[in-house]
T-cell receptor
Framework: DGGITQSPKYLFRKEGQNVTLSCEQN?????MYWYRQDPGQGLRLIYY???????QKGDIAEGYSVSREKKESFPLTVTSAQKNPTAFYLC?????????????FGEGSRLTVL | EDQVTQSPEALRLQEGESSSLNCSYT??????LFWYRQDPGKGPEFLFT???AGEEKEKERLKATLTKKESFLHITAPKPEDSATYLC????????????FGRGTSLIVHP
């Protein structure tokens, strides 16, 4: 079945370590997004990409990095520079050529810093 | 700047007690308004897209409506399985494909 796969579902990190969250989609969507979700904060955009080898910063990009080497993959690295990385991270994709533009989300990755 | 405000933040209902969730928005030009459902520890799941004032869409016990300033998600005779957080997002016209999300309404339906 088509969809978005995020891994790992749960991740623990020690302070000072970089971690990479995986996001893979087989929907053939052009655009991919990373959001951070904290209790009471809603979804905040970290990075997005609308085409391979190109990506833009969202509202809270500091301390994060991404790459888009393949259409189906958009990994997110949480670096040691991110001061408060404990959160629920969501990857999403969408088709941008049509009128409808709903996002398809993965199941999320919960990162906890010890 | 596009803004989306959802109310109430939390809503508790008895099974069968109908109610509505509100999504107020400010956007320069509306391309679409989206409703999503999110279960705890899961990613949001798409429910509806509304494009223009007066438009309505239904799915089982849910009905979404749209005016020029707000959208309502009406829940008729809810069941405990309708318990979830409901998110509203708007997509503005123009070149950006970045939706703006509200903070959501957490709905609990008691049996």
């Amino acid at each position: 079945d088509g969809g978005i796969t995020q891994s790992p579902k749960y991740l623990f990190r020690k302070e000072g370590q970089n971690v990479t969250l995986s996001c893979e989609q087989n929907l053939n969507h052009d655009a991919m997004y990373w959001y951070r979700q904290d209790p009471g904060q809603g979804l905040r955009l970290i990075y997005y990409s609308q085409i391979v080898n190109d990506f833009q910063k969202g509202d809270i990009a500091e301390g994060y990095s991404v790459s888009r080497e393949k259409k189906e993959s958009f990994p997110l690295t949480v670096t040691s520079a991110q001061k408060n990385p404990t959160a629920f991270y969501l990857c999403a994709s969408r088709e941008i050529s049509g009128i409808t533009g709903e996002l398809f989300f993965g199941e999320g990755s919960r990162l906890t810093v010890l | 700047e596009d803004q989306v405000t959802q109310s109430p933040e939390a809503l508790r209902l008895q099974e069968g007690e109908s109610s509505s969730l509100n999504c107020s928005y400010t956007v320069s030009g509306l391309r679409g308004l989206f409703w999503y459902r999110q279960d705890p520890g899961k990613g949001p799941e798409f429910l509806f897209t509304l494009y223009s004032a007066g438009e309505e869409k239904e799915k089982e016990r849910l009905k979404a409506t749209l005016t020029k300033k707000e959208s309502f998600l009406h829940i008729t005779a809810p069941k405990p399985e309708d318990s979830a957080t409901y998110l509203c997002a708007v997509q503005a016209t123009g070149g950006s494909y970045i939706p703006t999300f509200g903070r959501g309404t957490s709905l609990i339906v008691h049996p």
